[in-house]
Structures are given as structure tokens and as C-alpha cells.
């Protein structure tokens, strides 16, 4: 284990020991449950398969909403990034699009979709489309000409040259998009979980809030931070395994 890796650990067990004491000391109990409490809440949550089986199905709708982000990402984004005209075209549109917050469309998400899984992963898709898109389009701007000169005069067809000169020169801008859309995707699932009422750890938050079991509400917060702490990390390992010819600086931007 790195060095900066242990000295985060030992920082968050500290702040833990301390909360604890705290809640103990000022006997605040009834607003902020102590971590035992919430380290309780939470075994029980996995063993009896109750919490356990929310996060499977926001990791459900997770994993769909952002794959088809992923998919559309990238090929609007090198479609676009590799012709000036279809970038000045689309500019306007992307604009107007891109800062209207995904949480705002779910009633019309709602409407169309209904209260089920095609709502959810459609709400997430759209939060994630946008960094990986941007991403996407700027990474493939900056694709090499010459590269792009010498197989045009080779012969290689458009298609071509967007596969083997376009989208290895974007994937470094790609990778950084995915990582972001990754934690935005997770967010605003559970946010759509969490408004709708639905299943999910959101809606499990929800009924744990007007039940008043902050145990088991903070239990699934804190399960909300690990998976999204997880899915960082393995990123960006992935990142460092397959991108190895990029360099350390640029993946760790």
C-alpha cells in the first residue's frame, strides 16, 4: 500500500474514533447515529440481503444508463471532432443541451418512461453523456495531421482514419471523460432513486428517512461513498494498465 494510501486510511479511522467519541460525549444520538451504530446498520443491511439488493439494482440501471452514455459518447464525439462542419453545425445545439441538469428532466422522463428502469437509466445516460461527449469531440480535434495526411494519401478510407488515427489520439481525453461521466452517472441514479420513490438505494434512503432509522439511512450513504470511491479507483487503474503509452501526468489530470 502506498504511503498517501495509508495515511488517507489512518485519517479516516481517526475522524471515525473521534465521531464516535463525540456522539457518545454529547449524547447525540437522536441526529447523528455513532459509527458502530452505522457499522451495525450496515452488516445487517448485507447479510439479510435487504440493503444488498437495492445496490444491485441501482448498479443495475447504473451500468446500462452509462454504457449506452459510453457508446454514444464516443461516436458523436469522434463524428463530430473530426469534421469542422459538423462541429460548427452541432456547437449550438450542444450548448443549449449540455448545462440543463438531468435531475430536471425526470418528469418528462416520468412521462414517457413511467416509474421503472428505462426512466432511470435514460436520466442517467444523460448525465453522462455530456463529459464524455466534450471529451471525446476535443480529444479527437487534437489527433495528429500529419498522421492523418499520410494515410489519406495511403488510401485509407474516412472510416479508416477515424478508427486507427482518430480514436487512438482521443482515447487519453476519452478515459478522463468516462471517469468523470462514472461519478455523475452514479449520483444522479440515486438521485432519481431517491425523488421517484422507486427501488434503489435512493428509494431505500428515502424509506429510511421517514422511518427515522438514521442507522440504516447513514449506512446507505456510506455504502453510496465507498461504490463510488471503487469505481474511481478502478478506472483509474484501467486507465494506467491500458494507457500506459500516454505518461503518469496526463492520467492523472
Given amino acids: 500500500m502506498k504511503q498517501a494510501n495509508l495515511v488517507g486510511w ?14 457518545r460525549l454529547f449524547e447525540l444520538r437522536d441526529s447523528v447515529p455513532a459509527p458502530s ?5 450496515l452488516a445487517e443491511g448485507v447479510s439479510s440481503g435487504t440493503l444488498s439488493g437495492e445496490v444491485g439494482t441501482t448498479l443495475e ?13 464516443i461516436v458523436l464525439g469522434l463524428v463530430i471532432g473530426s469534421s469542422r462542419t459538423l462541429l460548427e453545425a452541432s456547437s449550438i445545439v450542444i450548448e443549449f ?22 426512466m432511470r437509466r435514460f436520466v442517467i445516460a444523460y448525465a453522462a453523456l455530456w463529459p464524455i461527449l466534450i471529451n471525446t469531440l476535443y480529444g479527437a480535434r487534437g489527433a495528429d495531421r500529419v498522421l492523418h495526411d499520410v494515410a489519406r494519401t495511403s488510401g485509407v478510407t474516412r472510416l479508416g482514419r477515424l478508427v486507427s488515427v482518430t480514436f487512438p489520439a482521443a482515447l487519453p481525453s476519452i478515459a478522463t471523460g468516462i471517469r468523470v461521466s462514472a461519478s455523475l452517472a452514479l449520483l444522479v441514479g440515486v438521485t432519481a432513486e431517491l425523488v421517484t420513490g422507486t427501488e434503489g438505494i ?12 438514521l442507522p440504516e439511512l447513514y449506512a446507505a450513504i456510506v455504502v453510496t461513498g465507498f461504490l463510488g470511491y471503487a469505481i ?22
Avoid at 97 to 111: F, G, T, Y
Fill in 10 to 23: 489512518l485519517f479516516v479511522v481517526l475522524v471515525t474514533g473521534l465521531l464516535e467519541a463525540g456522539v
Fill in 37 to 41: 451504530a452505522v457499522l451495525r446498520a
Fill in 61 to 73: 440501471s447504473y451500468a446500462e444508463g452509462l454504457g449506452l452514455a459510453i457508446a454514444a459518447g
Fill in 97 to 118: 443541451l449540455r448545462p440543463i441538469p438531468a435531475v430536471a428532466l425526470i418528469p418528462l422522463a416520468i412521462m414517457v418512461f413511467g416509474l421503472g428502469l428505462p
Fill in 202 to 213: 435512493g428509494s431505500y434512503m428515502q424509506r429510511q428517512q421517514l422511518a427515522y432509522q
Fill in 232 to 253: 474511481n479507483v478502478a478506472l483509474r487503474r484501467a486507465e494506467r494498465h491500458f494507457l500506459f503509452w500516454v505518461g503518469e501526468g496526463r492520467l492523472a489530470r
